[in-house]
C-alpha cells in the first residue's frame, strides 16, 4: 500500500524532475475580455488517499494551504487582469476536499472569490464536501459567503464498502453532513454514490440508495451514481492486478445500474444525464455548462478551462503550481493548450450532450457549435435508429432509455462523424 | 579491370541457419572489405525484417578482393549470400544464374537436411561447380566426418573434398578461400563481345530512381553509356556505376563476369523487370540472355488498403516493392466486404507475411489481408479447365464438373524413430506414401505425395512437433489432381461474405467450418444485436455460433471540467474500430479475415 508519506515523496520528486526540465508553460489565450458562465477551483488536499480515485489531491501536505491560497489569489489576478473580472452563473469548488480547509482558511478562499468574481449573476455556488469534514462552523462560513449547494461525497453507505475503496468517513458521518447543511441554511444537497464495488450485492446496493434517499429534508435534490472506474494509476487497480479482489461480474453491474434507474424515478428524480439524478429544477447547472459547450475559467493546480474555443489545464503538480505564482512575476501555470477545430469541437459537443437526457436540439446545437449536426448525426445514427436505440425527429437526437448502458459504443461513431 | 585480376562469382547455399549469412561474414572480414569494427553479425542481413527474424530473406551480392597467399595472384571475388528457406528459393535460383560456382554450407551437428538436397540438386543442374563445407566444426557436438560421409551418400559429392571450417570463429576460413580461387573456373564471357547484362535485381530509390543490379555476361558497362532493356525496349543513359564491397563504390566500368549496379534515372519503375537483359543501345546484342523461369506463386490471398491507406497508395507500395521482390504478383480485385484492393500470389506463407510487413515498414501501408489459399484448377461441364485463385471464382455447381488441386512430393527427411509419426501425421493429411531411403542408420529421408493445401498451413510446425525440432521439409509441384473438394461459404448475420469462402475437402469440411465459426465468434466483438455466425456446404449449414448482444458499454464517472480526457478516451475506441470493415450492420475485424486459416485438427 502506498502511504501519504510515499506519495509525498514520490510529488517531490517529480517536481524536482520537471523543474530540472525547466518546464513552460503555455501562455493564455488572446482573446480579449471573455464572458465566461461558469468558475471552477480546485483544491488538491485530502485527508488520505482514496484508492479508486484519479483526481489531482495530496494527502495532508496541509501546512502548504496558505501558499496555496496566496498562489490561487495570484492566478485569479492574473485571469481577471487578462478575461476581465468573470461573472459567471454558476461556481463550483471541487478537489481534493475544499472542507478539509479550516474555517479561517475557507473564509480566505470565500474572500478571494469575492475579490475577483462579480456574483451578480450567480444562481448556483457548490462546494463539494466530505462527509468527516464538513461541520457547523465551516457551513456558517460557506453559507456566509453565498454558497448554496453542497456536493457530498457519500459513496457507499456499507462500512466494509467504504473500507474496500479506502474511505476514511464512516457512514453515519453522511446523514450528519446533510443535517449540518440545511441547519445552516444550504438548500440544495447532492450525494455522490458508486456502484460495482468489489463485493457489492444488489441488496447492499438497495440498502445504500434507501439510505441515501432517507437522508434529511426529504432526501438529496440531486444524485450522483458513478460506477467504478479501475483508472491506472490508482491504489485500486494495482490491488485488482495483484489478485486483491475480483470485480464484481456484468451482470450485477447491469442490475445495479438499472436499479438506480428505477429506483430514483419512483422516488420521484429524473436522469438527466448518464449518471446524474436530480428533483425537477435541480439539475446541476454547472455541469450543465460543461456538457453543453459552455465557457469556464478554471483556477487550481490540474483545473481544466475553456474559454473562447481554447481548452488548457493548468500544472497537475501544487509544486509547479505554487512555483508558477510566484509573488514575483506570476504566471499562469497552463498546460495541454489546445484548439479544436469546428469539427472536432462538434464531435465532442454531440458526445456530450448525447448524455443528456433531453436529447441534442439541433437549433440549440448550432447556435453554440456554428454547424447543423442533423445530417452527421442522422447519417450516423440512422442502423442505431432502426434498431430502437435512438430517436430521431426533425429537431432532435436521442439516446433512448435502453441506450444509456451501451451509450459509448454509439457515441464512437459520433466523436469524429463531423 | 586490369588483365591479371582473375574473377570468381559464387553463391552461398545451405539449409536454413547452417551459417551463410556468418560465412559471408568471415569472408568480409578476411578479405579486409570490412574491419572488424565494423562487422555487426550476419552484415549482408541488412533488412531489419533479416536482423529481427534472424534469417536471409533476400539475396545480396558484394564484391570483395583476395590474393592468394601462395602464388599472390589477385582475385576479385563477388559472392552472393543466398536465403535459406524454402519460400525463398527463387533467390537461390536467381543467384545460381549468376555464379560459376557454389558453397554448399552443411551444419556439422545437423548433417544433410532437406534444403541441403534440394539447393545441391539445384546447383548441379545449373552446372556449378560445388565446394562442399562443412561449417560449425567449433560446437562440441559437431561430427565433420560424418557429416562428409552423409554429403557422399545423399548428393554423390566427395566427402574428402569437403572443407571444414567454423563461421564463428574463423577456423578453416583461409583454407575455404584457397580453395575458391584455385577450385572455382573463371566466368566465360568476353569484355570485347556486345553487351549482355543480366538484372539479377533492383530497388527503388526515392532520389535516384531504380537502382538496377546486374551481372555483366558480355561487354562492359561504361558511365555515360546508353543502355536498352532489351525486354522492354527503353533506353536510358547511364549516370552512375557502381559495386557493393559492401559499402556502395562507384566505378568507371563493370566488364564481363563482374557484377554492379547502374543507376540511370529510371524513374518509370515498370521499365525494369528481373531477369532483363540490359545491352548498349548503339551495338545492340543480338539475343537477349535466357533469363529466369517466372516463379510459381502457390498462395494466394486478398490485400485490401487499411485504416488510413488510400487504393492507390497500396498500389504505387506493392509496384515499388515488386522491383525489389519480383517473386510476389498483384491484380486488382474487389470485395463486397472490403472494398478495392488486390489478389496476390507468393511462394508461401513466410513470403506472404515478409511481403505485407514490408509494405507496412518500408512503405508505411497497412493492409487488410484475407485468409490465404492455394490455387485450383477447375473444369466446366463444356470441358475447358480454367485456374483459379480464390473460392469465390468457383463457376456455379451446375456448371461445375471437377476441381484440382495442386500436389506435391514432400521430401521429409527424420530421425529414424519418428517414422511411424511422420507417417500418421502425412496420412492424416492424405499423403500417399513413395519411399524411404537412409542416409545413415538412424536418419531418413520419406517421400510422400501430398496436396499442397495439406502442407502449406501448419504441416511445417506440426512435423517439427512430433520429431522434436529434427525434421525437415522440401517439397516441390507434381501437378493437379482431382479429389472430392466442396466450397464452404461463411455467412455473418446472414450474408454470405466472399473473402471468407473456402475450398476444403469433404472429409474435413465439418471439423474446419466450425474451427473457423469459433474463431471469428472470438474476433467478432458483441454489437447491439445477436450475430450469426455460420459455415455452409451448398444449403447445408454445418456449423453455427452466435454472438451475444452488448449489453454494457458506458462510461459513467465524472470527467468534473476535463471533457477532452472523455473526447480522447472515445476517440481511442474509435481508433480501434478503424480496423475494421462494415459488413451490412455487423463491424468485421480485420485480423478475423484470417480466421480461415484454423486447421481444425
Ligand atoms: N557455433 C557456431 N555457430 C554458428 C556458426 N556459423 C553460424 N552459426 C550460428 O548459426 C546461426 C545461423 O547463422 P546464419 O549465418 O544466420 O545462418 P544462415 O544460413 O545465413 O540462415 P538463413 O539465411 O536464414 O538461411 C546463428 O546463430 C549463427 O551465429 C559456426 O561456425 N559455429
Ligand atoms: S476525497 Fe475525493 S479527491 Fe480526495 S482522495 Fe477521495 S475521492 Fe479523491
Ligand atoms: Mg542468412
Redesign the interface.
Same mark, same amino acid.
Given at each position: 500500500m502506498t502511504t501519504a508519506a510515499d506519495e509525498n515523496r514520490l510529488e517531490r520528486r517529480l517536481a524536482q524532475a520537471d523543474s530540472a526540465a525547466g518546464i513552460s508553460f503555455a501562455a493564455l489565450p488572446k482573446t480579449g475580455p471573455a464572458p465566461v458562465d461558469a468558475v471552477?477551483v480546485h483544491v488538491p488536499f485530502c485527508s488520505t488517499k482514496c484508492h479508486y480515485c484519479d483526481?489531482y489531491s495530496l494527502a495532508g501536505h496541509l501546512d502548504e494551504v496558505d501558499a496555496y491560497l496566496d498562489a490561487l489569489k495570484r492566478e485569479a489576478a492574473l485571469q481577471v487582469h487578462h478575461f476581465g473580472r468573470p461573472r459567471p452563473e454558476t461556481i463550483f469548488i471541487?478537489g481534493g476536499t475544499p472542507t478539509l480547509l479550516n474555517p479561517a482558511e475557507l473564509e480566505r478562499l470565500m474572500a478571494i472569490l469575492h475579490e475577483s468574481i462579480d456574483m451578480s449573476r450567480l444562481n448556483e455556488f457548490t462546494v463539494e464536501a466530505n462527509p468527516n469534514t464538513f461541520d457547523a462552523p465551516r457551513a456558517r462560513v460557506l453559507k456566509a459567503a453565498g454558497v448554496n449547494r453542497i456536493s457530498c461525497g457519500a459513496q457507499s453507505f456499507v462500512k466494509s464498502e467504504l473500507q474496500t475503496l479506502q474511505r476514511d468517513h464512516d457512514p453515519e458521518n453522511v446523514p450528519l453532513a446533510f443535517e449540518i447543511a440545511r441547519a445552516a441554511g444550504i438548500e440544495n444537497l447532492n450525494v &455522490?454514490l458508486i456502484f460495482g464495488i468489489p463485493g457489492q450485492t444488489l441488496e447492499s446496493w438497495v440498502y445504500s440508495l434507501d439510505r441515501a434517499l432517507a437522508l434529511a429534508g426529504g432526501g438529496p435534490d440531486h444524485l450522483?451514481?458513478?460506477?467504478l472506474?479501475y483508472e491506472s494509476n490508482t491504489a485500486m487497480t494495482a490491488r485488482l492486478n495483484r489478485g486483491e479482489f475480483t470485480p464484481i461480474d *456484468?451482470?450485477l *453491474?447491469?442490475a445495479l445500474?438499472e436499479h438506480v434507474y428505477r429506483r430514483l424515478r419512483d422516488a420521484g428524480y429524473q436522469r438527466y444525464e448518464?449518471?446524474n439524478y436530480a428533483r425537477p429544477g435541480r439539475e446541476c447547472r454547472h455541469n450543465l455548462h460543461?456538457w453543453k459547450g459552455g465557457q469556464?475559467l478554471?483556477w487550481g493546480p490540474s483545473?481544466?478551462?475553456?474559454v473562447a474555443g481554447w481548452?488548457w489545464?493548468n500544472v497537475t503538480n501544487l509544486t509547479h503550481y505554487l512555483a508558477a505564482l510566484q509573488e514575483k512575476d506570476p504566471q499562469v501555470p497552463a498546460t495541454?493548450m *489546445?484548439r479544436l477545430s469546428t469539427r472536432r469541437r462538434a464531435? *465532442?459537443l454531440a458526445?456530450?450532450w448525447l448524455r443528456l437526457a433531453e436529447g441534442l436540439n439541433y437549433a440549440e446545437f448550432h447556435r453554440i457549435a456554428g454547424l447543423d449536426a442533423r445530417p452527421v448525426l442522422e447519417r450516423v445514427l440512422k442502423?442505431?435508429a432502426e434498431?430502437g436505440?435512438v430517436s430521431l425527429t426533425p429537431t432532435a437526437a436521442r439516446l433512448e432509455e435502453k441506450a444509456?448502458?451501451?451509450?459509448?459504443?454509439?457515441?464512437? &461513431?459520433v466523436? &469524429?462523424a463531423f | 579491370m586490369p588483365d591479371d585480376i582473375l574473377i570468381r562469382n559464387f553463391c552461398i547455399i545451405a539449409h536454413i541457419d547452417h551459417g551463410k549469412s556468418t560465412l559471408a561474414d568471415r569472408l568480409l572480414e578476411r578479405t579486409g572489405a570490412i574491419t572488424q569494427r565494423e562487422m555487426n553479425a550476419q552484415f549482408l542481413d541488412d533488412m531489419d525484417l533479416e536482423k529481427e527474424r534472424g534469417i536471409t530473406i533476400k539475396a545480396s551480392a558484394v564484391t570483395v578482393s583476395y590474393t592468394h597467399p601462395g602464388t599472390g595472384q589477385k582475385y576479385m571475388l563477388n559472392l552472393i549470400d543466398t536465403p535459406g528457406h524454402v519460400d525463398f528459393h527463387y533467390e537461390v535460383a536467381k543467384a545460381l544464374q549468376a555464379c560459376e560456382g557454389a558453397l554448399l554450407l552443411c551444419d556439422a551437428t545437423q548433417g544433410v537436411q532437406a534444403q541441403t538436397v534440394a539447393n545441391a540438386y539445384a546447383a548441379i543442374d545449373a552446372d556449378l561447380e560445388i565446394i562442399p563445407v562443412i561449417n560449425k566444426v567449433d560446437l562440441p557436438s559437431a561430427r565433420p566426418d560424418a557429416v562428409a560421409e552423409e554429403m557422399e551418400q545423399v548428393l554423390g559429392i566427395d566427402a574428402l573434398a569437403c572443407v571444414p571450417i567454423s563461421a564463428k570463429t574463423g577456423i578453416g576460413i583461409d583454407e575455404l578461400l584457397k580453395a575458391i580461387a584455385e577450385k572455382l573456373p573463371a566466368p566465360a564471357g568476353s569484355s570485347d563481345a556486345p553487351l549482355q547484362a543480366l538484372i539479377f535485381d533492383s530497388k527503388y530509390d526515392d532520389y535516384r530512381g531504380v537502382v538496377v543490379y546486374v551481372r555483366v555476361i558480355n561487354g562492359r558497362l561504361i558511365r555515360g553509356q546508353k543502355i536498352r532493356m532489351m525486354g522492354k525496349n527503353t533506353i536510358y543513359a547511364i549516370t552512375d556505376l557502381g559495386k557493393f564491397m559492401p559499402k556502395a563504390k562507384p566505378v568507371e566500368s563493370i566488364g564481363a563476369g563482374e557484377v554492379g549496379f547502374i543507376i540511370a534515372n529510371i524513374k518509370t519503375i515498370q521499365d525494369v523487370t528481373i531477369g532483363d537483359t540490359v545491352t548498349d543501345s548503339a551495338a545492340p546484342a543480338a539475343e537477349p540472355l535466357p533469363g529466369y523461369r517466372p516463379p510459381k506463386q502457390m498462395v494466394f490471398c486478398d490485400f485490401y488498403p487499411g485504416a488510413d491507406t488510400e487504393y492507390t497508395q497500396l498500389r504505387d507500395a506493392l509496384e515499388k516493392l515488386r522491383l525489389n521482390d519480383s517473386s510476389f504478383t498483384f491484380e486488382p480485385e474487389t470485395s463486397d466486404a472490403l472494398g478495392f484492393g488486390f489478389r496476390c500470389g507468393f511462394l508461401g506463407l513466410l513470403h506472404m507475411e515478409i511481403v505485407q510487413e514490408r509494405l507496412e515498414r518500408e512503405h508505411k501501408i497497412e493492409v487488410i489481408q484475407t485468409a490465404p489459399t492455394v490455387p485450383y484448377e477447375v473444369v466446366t461441364s463444356d470441358g475447358t479447365v480454367k485456374m483459379i485463385d480464390s473460392a469465390s471464382e468457383l463457376p456455379d455447381p451446375s456448371a461445375l464438373l471437377e476441381i484440382r488441386e495442386p500436389m506435391i512430393r514432400a521430401s521429409i527427411i527424420v530421425p529414424a524413430k519418428n517414422i511411424g509419426d511422420v507417417s500418421k501425421l502425412c496420412q492424416d493429411r492424405r499423403g500417399v506414401y513413395k519411399k524411404t531411403e537412409f542416409i545413415t542408420t538412424d536418419r531418413v529421408i520419406i517421400e510422400y505425395e501430398m496436396p499442397l493445401a495439406e502442407v502449406i498451413f501448419d504441416f511445417f510446425d506440426k512435423l517439427k512437433t512430433v520429431t522434436q525440432g529434427y525434421g525437415t521439409l522440401d517439397y516441390d509441384l507434381l501437378g493437379f489432381k482431382v479429389d472430392d473438394l466442396v466450397k464452404m461459404d461463411i455467412l455473418v448475420a446472414g450474408d454470405k461474405i466472399s473473402a471468407l469462402s473456402l475450398i476444403v475437402h469433404k472429409t474435413k469440411a465439418d471439423s474446419r467450418g466450425r474451427a473457423i465459426i469459433k474463431k471469428l465468434k472470438q474476433e467478432i466483438s458483441r454489437?447491439?444485436?445477436e450475430i450469426s455466425i455460420q459455415a455452409a456446404v451448398g444449403s447445408r449449414v454445418i456449423a453455427r455460433e452466435t454472438v451475444s448482444a452488448?449489453?454494457?458499454?458506458?462510461?459513467?464517472?465524472?470527467y468534473?471540467?476535463?471533457?477532452?480526457r472523455?473526447?480522447k478516451l472515445?476517440?481511442k475506441?474509435?481508433e480501434g474500430?478503424k480496423r475494421m470493415k462494415q459488413v451490412g450492420?455487423v463491424e468485421i475485424p480485420q485480423k478475423a479475415f484470417m480466421a480461415i486459416l484454423e486447421p481444425g485438427d
Amino acid at each position: 500500500m502506498t502511504t501519504a508519506a510515499d506519495e509525498n515523496r514520490l510529488e517531490r520528486r517529480l517536481a524536482q524532475a520537471d523543474s530540472a526540465a525547466g518546464i513552460s508553460f503555455a501562455a493564455l489565450p488572446k482573446t480579449g475580455p471573455a464572458p465566461v458562465d461558469a468558475v471552477y477551483v480546485h483544491v488538491p488536499f485530502c485527508s488520505t488517499k482514496c484508492h479508486y480515485c484519479d483526481f489531482y489531491s495530496l494527502a495532508g501536505h496541509l501546512d502548504e494551504v496558505d501558499a496555496y491560497l496566496d498562489a490561487l489569489k495570484r492566478e485569479a489576478a492574473l485571469q481577471v487582469h487578462h478575461f476581465g473580472r468573470p461573472r459567471p452563473e454558476t461556481i463550483f469548488i471541487g478537489g481534493g476536499t475544499p472542507t478539509l480547509l479550516n474555517p479561517a482558511e475557507l473564509e480566505r478562499l470565500m474572500a478571494i472569490l469575492h475579490e475577483s468574481i462579480d456574483m451578480s449573476r450567480l444562481n448556483e455556488f457548490t462546494v463539494e464536501a466530505n462527509p468527516n469534514t464538513f461541520d457547523a462552523p465551516r457551513a456558517r462560513v460557506l453559507k456566509a459567503a453565498g454558497v448554496n449547494r453542497i456536493s457530498c461525497g457519500a459513496q457507499s453507505f456499507v462500512k466494509s464498502e467504504l473500507q474496500t475503496l479506502q474511505r476514511d468517513h464512516d457512514p453515519e458521518n453522511v446523514p450528519l453532513a446533510f443535517e449540518i447543511a440545511r441547519a445552516a441554511g444550504i438548500e440544495n444537497l447532492n450525494v &455522490d454514490l458508486i456502484f460495482g464495488i468489489p463485493g457489492q450485492t444488489l441488496e447492499s446496493w438497495v440498502y445504500s440508495l434507501d439510505r441515501a434517499l432517507a437522508l434529511a429534508g426529504g432526501g438529496p435534490d440531486h444524485l450522483s451514481c458513478y460506477s467504478l472506474i479501475y483508472e491506472s494509476n490508482t491504489a485500486m487497480t494495482a490491488r485488482l492486478n495483484r489478485g486483491e479482489f475480483t470485480p464484481i461480474d *456484468e451482470d450485477l *453491474e447491469l442490475a445495479l445500474f438499472e436499479h438506480v434507474y428505477r429506483r430514483l424515478r419512483d422516488a420521484g428524480y429524473q436522469r438527466y444525464e448518464v449518471s446524474n439524478y436530480a428533483r425537477p429544477g435541480r439539475e446541476c447547472r454547472h455541469n450543465l455548462h460543461y456538457w453543453k459547450g459552455g465557457q469556464w475559467l478554471a483556477w487550481g493546480p490540474s483545473a481544466a478551462a475553456h474559454v473562447a474555443g481554447w481548452r488548457w489545464k493548468n500544472v497537475t503538480n501544487l509544486t509547479h503550481y505554487l512555483a508558477a505564482l510566484q509573488e514575483k512575476d506570476p504566471q499562469v501555470p497552463a498546460t495541454q493548450m *489546445e484548439r479544436l477545430s469546428t469539427r472536432r469541437r462538434a464531435g *465532442e459537443l454531440a458526445v456530450f450532450w448525447l448524455r443528456l437526457a433531453e436529447g441534442l436540439n439541433y437549433a440549440e446545437f448550432h447556435r453554440i457549435a456554428g454547424l447543423d449536426a442533423r445530417p452527421v448525426l442522422e447519417r450516423v445514427l440512422k442502423n442505431y435508429a432502426e434498431l430502437g436505440f435512438v430517436s430521431l425527429t426533425p429537431t432532435a437526437a436521442r439516446l433512448e432509455e435502453k441506450a444509456v448502458v451501451v451509450s459509448n459504443r454509439i457515441l464512437t &461513431d459520433v466523436v &469524429d462523424a463531423f | 579491370m586490369p588483365d591479371d585480376i582473375l574473377i570468381r562469382n559464387f553463391c552461398i547455399i545451405a539449409h536454413i541457419d547452417h551459417g551463410k549469412s556468418t560465412l559471408a561474414d568471415r569472408l568480409l572480414e578476411r578479405t579486409g572489405a570490412i574491419t572488424q569494427r565494423e562487422m555487426n553479425a550476419q552484415f549482408l542481413d541488412d533488412m531489419d525484417l533479416e536482423k529481427e527474424r534472424g534469417i536471409t530473406i533476400k539475396a545480396s551480392a558484394v564484391t570483395v578482393s583476395y590474393t592468394h597467399p601462395g602464388t599472390g595472384q589477385k582475385y576479385m571475388l563477388n559472392l552472393i549470400d543466398t536465403p535459406g528457406h524454402v519460400d525463398f528459393h527463387y533467390e537461390v535460383a536467381k543467384a545460381l544464374q549468376a555464379c560459376e560456382g557454389a558453397l554448399l554450407l552443411c551444419d556439422a551437428t545437423q548433417g544433410v537436411q532437406a534444403q541441403t538436397v534440394a539447393n545441391a540438386y539445384a546447383a548441379i543442374d545449373a552446372d556449378l561447380e560445388i565446394i562442399p563445407v562443412i561449417n560449425k566444426v567449433d560446437l562440441p557436438s559437431a561430427r565433420p566426418d560424418a557429416v562428409a560421409e552423409e554429403m557422399e551418400q545423399v548428393l554423390g559429392i566427395d566427402a574428402l573434398a569437403c572443407v571444414p571450417i567454423s563461421a564463428k570463429t574463423g577456423i578453416g576460413i583461409d583454407e575455404l578461400l584457397k580453395a575458391i580461387a584455385e577450385k572455382l573456373p573463371a566466368p566465360a564471357g568476353s569484355s570485347d563481345a556486345p553487351l549482355q547484362a543480366l538484372i539479377f535485381d533492383s530497388k527503388y530509390d526515392d532520389y535516384r530512381g531504380v537502382v538496377v543490379y546486374v551481372r555483366v555476361i558480355n561487354g562492359r558497362l561504361i558511365r555515360g553509356q546508353k543502355i536498352r532493356m532489351m525486354g522492354k525496349n527503353t533506353i536510358y543513359a547511364i549516370t552512375d556505376l557502381g559495386k557493393f564491397m559492401p559499402k556502395a563504390k562507384p566505378v568507371e566500368s563493370i566488364g564481363a563476369g563482374e557484377v554492379g549496379f547502374i543507376i540511370a534515372n529510371i524513374k518509370t519503375i515498370q521499365d525494369v523487370t528481373i531477369g532483363d537483359t540490359v545491352t548498349d543501345s548503339a551495338a545492340p546484342a543480338a539475343e537477349p540472355l535466357p533469363g529466369y523461369r517466372p516463379p510459381k506463386q502457390m498462395v494466394f490471398c486478398d490485400f485490401y488498403p487499411g485504416a488510413d491507406t488510400e487504393y492507390t497508395q497500396l498500389r504505387d507500395a506493392l509496384e515499388k516493392l515488386r522491383l525489389n521482390d519480383s517473386s510476389f504478383t498483384f491484380e486488382p480485385e474487389t470485395s463486397d466486404a472490403l472494398g478495392f484492393g488486390f489478389r496476390c500470389g507468393f511462394l508461401g506463407l513466410l513470403h506472404m507475411e515478409i511481403v505485407q510487413e514490408r509494405l507496412e515498414r518500408e512503405h508505411k501501408i497497412e493492409v487488410i489481408q484475407t485468409a490465404p489459399t492455394v490455387p485450383y484448377e477447375v473444369v466446366t461441364s463444356d470441358g475447358t479447365v480454367k485456374m483459379i485463385d480464390s473460392a469465390s471464382e468457383l463457376p456455379d455447381p451446375s456448371a461445375l464438373l471437377e476441381i484440382r488441386e495442386p500436389m506435391i512430393r514432400a521430401s521429409i527427411i527424420v530421425p529414424a524413430k519418428n517414422i511411424g509419426d511422420v507417417s500418421k501425421l502425412c496420412q492424416d493429411r492424405r499423403g500417399v506414401y513413395k519411399k524411404t531411403e537412409f542416409i545413415t542408420t538412424d536418419r531418413v529421408i520419406i517421400e510422400y505425395e501430398m496436396p499442397l493445401a495439406e502442407v502449406i498451413f501448419d504441416f511445417f510446425d506440426k512435423l517439427k512437433t512430433v520429431t522434436q525440432g529434427y525434421g525437415t521439409l522440401d517439397y516441390d509441384l507434381l501437378g493437379f489432381k482431382v479429389d472430392d473438394l466442396v466450397k464452404m461459404d461463411i455467412l455473418v448475420a446472414g450474408d454470405k461474405i466472399s473473402a471468407l469462402s473456402l475450398i476444403v475437402h469433404k472429409t474435413k469440411a465439418d471439423s474446419r467450418g466450425r474451427a473457423i465459426i469459433k474463431k471469428l465468434k472470438q474476433e467478432i466483438s458483441r454489437h447491439l444485436f445477436e450475430i450469426s455466425i455460420q459455415a455452409a456446404v451448398g444449403s447445408r449449414v454445418i456449423a453455427r455460433e452466435t454472438v451475444s448482444a452488448l449489453r454494457k458499454d458506458v462510461t459513467s464517472k465524472c470527467y468534473g471540467g476535463d471533457i477532452s480526457r472523455k473526447r480522447k478516451l472515445l476517440e481511442k475506441q474509435k481508433e480501434g474500430k478503424k480496423r475494421m470493415k462494415q459488413v451490412g450492420r455487423v463491424e468485421i475485424p480485420q485480423k478475423a479475415f484470417m480466421a480461415i486459416l484454423e486447421p481444425g485438427d
